[in-house]
Each structure stands twice: as C-alpha cells, then as structure tokens.
C-alpha cells in the first residue's frame, strides 16, 4: 500500500532547507524527506492491537510542518526524543478490520477516529504509567522514546491501512456522520483550548486566528458559555463570515488600527509609546490563540486585561522573541496546550467533543471546504496553502472506496 510519511533524515531535511529557499514546494519534490510511497500493509503486533481501513483524512496544520519542515532545531520539542519515521494524518474515521482478542471493547466493523497519537505508556504498556498519562494527558507522557514500540511502521491516516493500539482510537458515535467524525480530532483540540480557560458569563473573549482551530474554537467557547462576548480575528473574509456562523459576536479582519478597534471593544484604554509601542489598559478577559507565533504572542499580551488569561492554542515549532514584560506589569497568566487529554475524571476531550457534535450544540457545516482523493495529496496541500484563492477552511483526503 502507500503512505504519506516522514523520513526523518538529517540529510534529507538539510537539503530541504536549501531547496525551499528557491522553490516555495521543494518539499513535495523527489528528494523531500516527505514521502508517497510503497510500504508493506502494517500487520498487527500482537493480540492488543487492531487493523483499521481508512476511509478518509482531515490536512492538519502540524502534518503541514512536518511536511516543511517548519520546525527549528532549537525548539523544545527538538530536543526530545525523535521517530524516525512519522506517519502523516491523524484526523481520521476507519473502520475496523481486525481486532486482537485483548483488543477491548471495540469490534471489528466499528467506525473509529484516532485519539492517542503519540507515543505514551498506553501503546508502551508501562505499567506503572508515568503521573501525566495517570491524569490521562498522554500528550505529556515523560516515558516518551523510553522503550521501543512493538511495531514502527504502523501507517496512518494517509495510508489505507493502519493499526493502532487498543488504547488509540476512539468509538464514534452513531449520530455522528463520517464528515463530522472527521473534525472530531480538531474539536477535541478546541476544548482541550477552551476547557484550560473557560469563559465566564460576561467575559469579553478574543479567538486570534480563524483557521480550523481557532473557527473550532469560537464554536466551542459560544456552546459552553452564551453569556460572553466572543469576537475573532480573521485574515479573510470567507473565515470572518465563518465564525459568526459558529456565534461569535464580531469579526475584526486586521489592519493597522487593530488596537484602537480593540480598545473601543472592549471599552479598553488606548495608549501609544515611541517606536509604534501600543497596549491597552483593560481589554479582554480571556485569549485564545490559535497561532501562536511571535506576532499574535506579543498582540494577545497588549491586548489582555490585568489578571487575564491567554491559552496558547497555536502549533509552533519555532522560537522567537517576545516582550514578556505585559506578563509581570499587568499580572497576565499565560497557558499552554497540547492537543486533547482528559477534561474530567470520566471525560475525555473527545467525549465533549462528541457530544457537543452530537447535541447539535456546534454545527460544522461549511468546515469541510475542498475535498481530494488521497493521489492527488500534492493538490490538497497547495489549496491548503492558497487559502485567499481557494478559500479552504479545512482539506480532506479520501481513500479510495470498494
Ligand atoms: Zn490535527
Ligand atoms: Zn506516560
């Protein structure tokens, strides 16, 4: 079968670097470390693991960074242990084909999604498990690259086959439909984000970014809390029109008054320093951002009231600089987030998200913009980067039905 993966090769990925600065998509060229290729159908390892067919694959941002490799070597993650190979595409619904029999609950035929993507002691099986996956946040498992995984090439959401471990995937409901189950992974991010920060009636909120994520965000943040102002920051129109349909009370598109608009929002003083130096005394309550680069850090920390709070809901995998003095001068609480974990003692991420789905409590309508056969993978990820032509929210690949 083929798969879309990543070879991790220093070789390879310094040669990317050259290339790219003359050839905006030398990472879908030949010498890539991103590879379309031929693998064996990955057999499952042992009785506690199962075999799924993919039916289709949600673009995510970070398959995007693996692919070009926008990740500096000096960011933290960098600095723990590596896979040498990463199979692309985890926003996923498959059907099972094969269950071990310690597999669990779930049989073969179920409709799943993958939840646990990333090497914890749930696919390690240590037992003792680690305090973070104990609290169910696998995402920060300190057993990471400890032991050796029963098998490495497992495919994944851009292969038609894939196995996972009995703890991976997630059950989708039945009232779910597949293009829903496929913004499940991406909801549970949205929670995880919302969940760290919740709104509290009368809150002014600002979801910066309007990307899956961030427009996920707003659709999470107005269902949980009906009592708050949620405004968002677009770069484009069809992303503004977008999150209000999923009830957020104004979009800003930014331009270089971003600050005077905010500030008479949010009933906030305005003040301006030498050198452009801006900040508003007062502002929002809570900041979502679903970028989380330089930029929009130094923005969301001008832009929050004293004592407020920011989640960084952004994948970013390159250091910058930031002017962290809004931290102590107005008491800003910054908060990070990795993907999904455990919201309560008996929900996961997921759980929320599904059920919100289900509830009809956030309608994705319209999140689903372009969608591609798995093939032509090279066409899907330039949509995914031509968002003002193509107006793609999110990008879809879909293997091939028998
Ligand atoms: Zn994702
Ligand atoms: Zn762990």
Known sequence: ?????????????????????????????????????????????????????????????TDIHFIFMQMDPKCSPAAAPGISRKYLGHELVAEVTEAGSEA?????????SLRIDWPSCFQMEIDPPCRQCRLGNYMLCENLGKKTMPIVDTGGGFSPYMVMHRTQPYKIPD??????????????????????????????VLVIGCGTIGLLTVAVARAIQQDAKI?????????????????????LVEDKDIYRHL????????????????????????????????????????WTRAGGNIVILGINF??????????????????????HANESEKDTSFDVAARLISEKKIKLEGIITHRFPMDRYKDAIKTFFSKRESKAIKVVLDHEVD
């Open 1 to 61: 079968m083929k798969a879309l993966y990543f070879e991790n090769k220093i070789i390879k990925v310094a040669v990317l670097n050259v290339t790219s600065k003359f050839n905006k998509y030398a990472a879908l060229g030949r010498f890539s470390p991103t590879r379309y290729s031929e693998i064996p159908e990955p057999q499952i390892p042992n009785q506690r693991w199962l075999k799924v067919k993919n039916k289709s694959c949600g673009l995510c941002g």
């Open 104 to 112: 669990g609950d779930i049989k073969v035929g179920d409709r799943v």
């Open 175 to 204: 009232t779910l439909s597949d293009a829903e189950a496929i913004l499940l992974e991406p909801t549970a991010c949205a929670v995880h984000g919302v969940f760290k920060q919740k709104p509290s009636p009368g809150d002014k």
């Open 231 to 251: 405004y968002a920051l677009a770069r484009y129109p069809f992303q503004a029109e977008m999150a209000m349909k999923l009830g957020a009370d104004g979009v």
């Open 263 to 302: 500030a008479k929002l949010t009933g906030a003083n305005y003040w301006q320093g030498y050198f452009g130096n801006k900040i508003l005394l007062g502002g929002f309550d809570v900041v979502y951002d679903s970028i989380g680069n330089d930029k929009t850090i130094n923005d969301a920390l001008r």
């Open 318 to 339: 390159k250091p910058g600089k930031i002017d962290y003095t809004p931290i102590w001068y107005q008491e800003v609480n910054i908060i990070g987030m990795n993907c």
